[in-house]
């Protein structure tokens, strides 16, 4: 396949006239100057990964804007995302995961990471398979195209005083042995799916999980991402610093062995000392913005983190809004209101759009140990290409800015791997998925 870019944008900057030769799902020859031949665009782009997703948390969303007694918070948020599992069977989580990864696709990411910790039927029963929900996880992704790295989340307890998991938490539950069990089988779906797919492991958070349950998971895989919630609520890190003598981050810098596979998600609420720590751990700080917000858990450290030389990717988390342009809106934005100046993560010689679309290629190809992130020979054809029709003679940075700070602009095509699964801004399978994605939200809603 053959793709031609009026403009492109490779690791060396923006170039015209560019040549992109995919084959077998990865990038066979990058030719600046090329003529027009195949395939033609206006603006070609590395896609990134969406590195930290929940959809089954989609068919929530606009269900819990409300405000319950007390002030509205994180915790209440969650319990009544508890009480909404019990409804869930495996085939409403397929139907769910098909249409977030059809969101996903036609907002520009290549890839999703789920953070996959629906594992059990109701009540915290075994399915048959064990990773009966994990399969049907793979089964969406292999339904829709978008590259997959999956991520078996262990979760053990309650909180880190050892207490019992309860309602709707009995779905997430496994002892180190059940999980070992649980993450073999997953990895067998996995192993089916296209061969751009991975599988790493998700210890769900401190709270969540033991030191020695954190250890164990290592040694279950041990290869590919780790991801772990961290330090995304100020009565998290009470609690972590009450049980544990140190604040969530401080605390795996000094115990664990975090390095460039690690993914440490939200991260929000750091000491200056733990992102300086994190940034130059070669980890990979997972945010999600338009989540964080709408949770209320605060602001990122960016201009402090990215001044170290910190990697960050983007990610939908709670699926309430997915939107690659507004997940980095939102982030520029909230450092802006935060230190009340503009175009606070630009450089030099990069607008505030390229400095996020570069960090959120990079950071998330890593994040979910993809060999993808830029367009160069050998790694994955993961490419957006960008339709300025609305807006044009934009040219170089502008077009990033202009994407990702205005509503001009779209996503015209897409590929995954080598797969053109985005066409004329549309999912090619959008209709069939959005159909049955449909039946599932009216049944779960008869029956709210």
Known sequence: MLIHAGMALLPQGWVKDVAVELRNGRILSVTPGAAPAGEQVEVLLPAPVNLHSHVFQRAMAGLTEFRSAGQDSFWTWRSLMYRFLDRLAPQDLEAIAAQVMVETAEAGFAGLAEFHYLHHAPGGASYDDPAEMAGRIVQA???TGVGLTLLPVMYQRGGCDGRALTGGQLRFGCDTERFAQLWQAAAGHVAGLASDARIGIAPHSLRAVSEAGLTAALEIAR??????????????????????GGRPVEWLMHRMPV??????IHATQMAPQETMDLATSG????????????LGDGVFDALRYLGAGGAFGVGSDSNVLVSLREELRTLEYSQRLARRGRALLATEDRSTGRVLWE????GGARAAGRASGAIAGGNWGDLVALSLKDVPGRTGDAVLDTFIFTNSGRVDRLWSAGRQIVRDGRHIAHEPIAARFRAVMARLGAAL
């Open 141 to 143: 992704a292999r339904e």
């Open 223 to 244: 290869d590919g991402p780790v991801h772990i919630h961290v330090a995304e609520q100020l009565a998290e890190v009470v609690e972590v610093q009450s049980y544990l």
């Open 259 to 264: 390095d460039a596979r690690w993914c440490l």
């Open 283 to 294: 980890a990979v700080t997972g945010l999600c913005p338009i989540t964080e917000a709408n």
């Open 359 to 362: 960090g959120a290629v990079q």
